[in-house]
């Protein structure tokens, strides 16, 4: 009796992950997205998830499976609530030396800002 050969590729996602998302309605009546965004926010406080909105999307942390699940469940919402058509980017970080929040990773930043100002 053969064996299937074992897969070449992962049979798991990374642990943990930060991903900025800008998800984008098509084909809505205004150009306005902002109750669309506001819909995705209040999604995101009931999620559990640490996440912070910025000008031109939402930044989220958390296991790859709960931040693509939450990320899928805003496309299902706006879906039910009659927009048709939805293009989102995604990008996603992973790093498996060391756990960083997204606040830590801009506070690190701000403090080699802080040394320039002290120059």
């Not at 205004?30 to 995705?40: E, K």
């Amino acid at each position: 009796m053969s064996h299937p050969a074992p897969s070449p590729f992962p049979s798991t996602t990374p642990p943990s992950c930060v991903a900025d998302f800008c998800l984008i309605p098509l084909g809505t009546p205004t150009a306005s997205v902002s109750q669309q965004v506001a819909d995705v926010q209040r999604l995101l406080q009931t999620s559990g998830l640490t996440f912070s909105m910025h000008s031109a999307g939402t930044t989220v942390e958390g296991s790859w499976e709960e931040v693509m699940r939450v990320i899928g469940r805003a496309h299902t919402m706006l879906h039910e609530k009659g927009i048709l058509r939805i293009q989102t980017d995604i990008r996603v970080g992973s790093r498996t030396d060391k756990k960083q929040s997204f606040s830590e990773k801009v506070t690190a930043v701000e403090k080699l800002l802080a040394g320039d100002e002290k120059s």
